[in-house]
């Protein structure tokens, strides 16, 4: 079965702080994995994936086969980083993804 | 360009009734993907459409049908609309169908009364 889990609903930081937003999955097979975004009154957008390997704005996503994981992290939140993440994965046909439930990130002044 | 867009951003119905939403890609992409959004949970799969064909459809019972026209716009239809139904209506656009970068809509909020 196909599945994604965030294991917290709010995670709420002080700027500056280092970030960690827990994703797990379980697939039968390689999936790709992405982290969406949804700032205040935008809609969902891609942020990262782990293809790229990249870093965007800030935040980097490793993906970690052996204990099913794609953490994201940045070391240092800032306020503007508050905002709605969801991690999901996609297999390796066709566009269908699935989501987790979402983190919402909370960063305090 | 506007992005995804998608039509009417609101919709109130009644239990019993049907419903057509709409979406409109990005220019030049040929993938149309649909989602709901219960809230408090994120989007599930329910359709994908590239070049005017199914190619992927999730766990939703056929009342949900969509299709996708020659300017690859889309349409998803549910009939007989259970309050269950109430969630936002995503879609999603993409160049090509498989494991590209998705842009999604601003949605259509779905309320069944």
């Known amino acids: 079965a196909q599945r994604v889990t965030q294991p917290e609903k709010l995670l709420s930081v002080f700027k500056g702080a280092p970030v960690e937003l827990k994703c797990n999955y379980s697939?039968?097979?390689?999936?790709?994995l992405f982290w969406y975004v949804q700032y205040s009154r935008q809609r969902l957008q891609l942020l990262l994936r782990h293809i790229s390997r990249e870093s965007i704005k800030g935040f980097t996503a490793d993906l970690n086969k052996g204990e099913t994981s794609f953490h994201l992290k940045k070391p240092f939140a800032q306020e503007e980083d508050s905002a709605m993440y969801y991690c999901a994965l996609s297999g390796k046909y066709g566009n269908k993804l699935v989501f987790g439930a979402g983190t919402i990130l909370r960063v305090k002044s | 360009d506007a992005g995804v867009t998608q039509s009417p951003t609101h919709l109130i119905k009644t239990r019993g009734q049907h419903v057509t939403l709409r979406c409109s890609p990005i220019?030049?992409?040929?993938?149309v993907s649909w989602y709901q959004q219960v809230l408090g949970q994120g989007p599930q799969f329910i359709f994908q459409?590239?070049?005017?064909?199914?190619?992927g459809r999730g766990n939703f019972p056929d009342r949900f049908s969509a299709r996708q026209f020659p300017n690859y716009s889309s349409e998803l239809n549910v009939n007989a609309l259970l309050l269950g139904d109430s969630a936002l209506y995503l879609c999603?656009?993409?160049?090509?169908?498989?494991?590209?970068?998705?842009?999604f809509g601003p949605g259509t909020r779905l309320l069944v009364l």
């Open positions: 697939y039968s097979g390689s999936p790709e």
């Open positions: 220019s030049g992409h040929k993938s």
């Open positions: 459409y590239y070049e005017k064909e199914e190619r």
């Open positions: 999603a656009s993409s160049l090509e169908d498989r494991s590209t970068t998705q842009y």
